[in-house]
Nanobody, 122 residues
Framework: QVQLVESGGGLVQSGGSLRLSCAASGSIFSIGVMGWYRQAAPGNERELVANIISGGTTNYADSVKGRFTISRDNAKNAVYLQMNNLRPEDTAVYYC???????????????WGQGTQVTVSS
């Protein structure tokens, strides 16, 4: 009953910018960490890009520090990724995820979005 829906991917030239959005909906009691991962090609490991906890503390992969900014809107159960100065090596499918509870005192589960393609041309 929980869905994460992403939007904002696309094709951009090197040095350009994109903004990804992800909104969680359904039976949600509380959300902890929200984040973005990416997978460059099928079979490659999915790597962490950035995450943010409910209080606002952020964590970034070294490869994106200074170029990407993660933010969230707790009222909307949404997380965003502003990507600036994009490089061809940023090309990947980007997935959002969310660690959340569907009821009080219940377990925390990790949910994933369906992925959105980001392609950076040189």
């Amino acid at each position: 009953q929980v869905q994460l829906v992403e939007s904002g991917g696309g094709l951009v030239q090197s040095g350009g910018s994109l903004r990804l959005s992800c909104a969680a909906s359904g039976s949600i009691f509380s959300i902890g960490v929200m984040g973005w991962y990416r997978q460059a090609a099928p079979g490659n490991e999915r790597e962490l890009v950035a995450n943010i906890i409910s209080g606002g503390t952020t964590n970034y992969a070294d490869s994106v520090k200074g170029r990407f900014t993660i933010s969230r809107d707790n009222a909307k159960n949404a997380v965003y990724l502003q990507m600036n100065n994009l490089r061809p090596e940023d090309t990947a499918v980007y997935y959002c995820n969310s660690d959340l509870k569907t009821r009080d005192y219940g377990p925390t589960y990790r949910y994933w979005g369906q992925g959105t393609q980001v392609t950076v041309s040189s």
